[in-house]
T-cell receptor
Framework: EDQVTQSPEALRLQEGESSSLNCSYT??????LFWYRQDPGKGPEFLFT???AGEEKEKERLKATLTKKESFLHITAPKPEDSATYLC????????FGAGTILRVKS | GAVVSQHPSWVICKSGTSVKIECRSL??????MFWYRQFPKQSLMLMAT?????????EQGVEKDKFLINHASLTLSTLTVTSAHPEDSSFYIC????????????FGPGTRLLVL
């Protein structure tokens, strides 16, 4: 059974304090690993798709990387508006989500 | 990215009534749409895969007679929660692929259902 584990569950950062979120996964036949951002009471907002180990993608202050067992979402110099829940999901036979990391960035 | 809308954004109903939720792809055609449920402080769980012109595929443990899915066109899928009970109260979210063969799913804004 495909599984996704995200850590930490919650992360508090000061504005400008860079950090990384982890997503460990097991999947039979990876068809893609996805990162989403979810704000309270809203649907997930697409951030990145990664398909193979070694792949990296960047968008503003976010950078996602992928290995055969895990993915990292690096946040460089975060701002308060980056506060949200970040969800990782893998697609084997279906999309399976992790529990998410709640990020709070204080000014 | 692709835009997916849902209606209504929130609904309150009495126990025993039925509620219909619409999911629309606004700027693309979607042969397949997905329905998820999210309980407070939990992640998204796939309920069913909605296929245009054919029957939906339900995940294990999801009652097909309770959660009726209709995908009548390439831009619209509906989820009807029949005879709703308080335990059905949840956040329901739909998604769709932007194009055939693309794995990325784009999500709607969600529908908050509260059954009294």
């Amino acid at each position: 059974e495909d599984q996704v584990t995200q850590s930490p569950e919650a992360l508090r950062l000061q504005e400008g304090e860079s950090s990384s979120l982890n997503c460990s996964y097991t999947v039979s036949g990876l068809r893609g690993l996805f990162w989403y951002r979810q704000d309270p009471g809203k649907g997930p907002e697409f951030l990145f798709t990664l398909y193979s180990a070694g792949e990296e993608k960047e968008k503003e202050r976010l950078k996602a990387t992928l290995t055969k067992k895990e993915s990292f979402l690096h946040i460089t110099a975060p701002k308060p508006e980056d506060s949200a829940t970040y969800l990782c999901a893998v697609h084997g036979n279906k999309l399976v989500f992790g529990a998410g990391t709640i990020l709070r960035v204080k000014s | 990215g692709a835009v997916v809308s849902q209606h209504p954004s929130w609904v309150i109903c009495k126990s025993g009534t039925s509620v219909k939720i619409e999911c629309r792809s606004l700027d693309f055609q979607a042969t397949t749409m997905f329905w998820y449920r999210q309980f407070p402080k939990q992640s998204l769980m796939l309920m069913a895969t909605s296929n245009e012109g054919s029957k939906a595929t339900y995940e294990q443990g999801v009652e097909k007679d309770k959660f009726l899915i209709n995908h009548a066109s390439l831009t619209l899928s509906t989820l009807t929660v029949t005879s709703a009970h308080p335990e059905d109260s949840s956040f329901y979210i739909c998604s769709a692929h932007e194009a055939s063969g693309q794995e990325t799913q784009y999500f709607g804004p969600g529908t908050r259902l509260l059954v009294l």
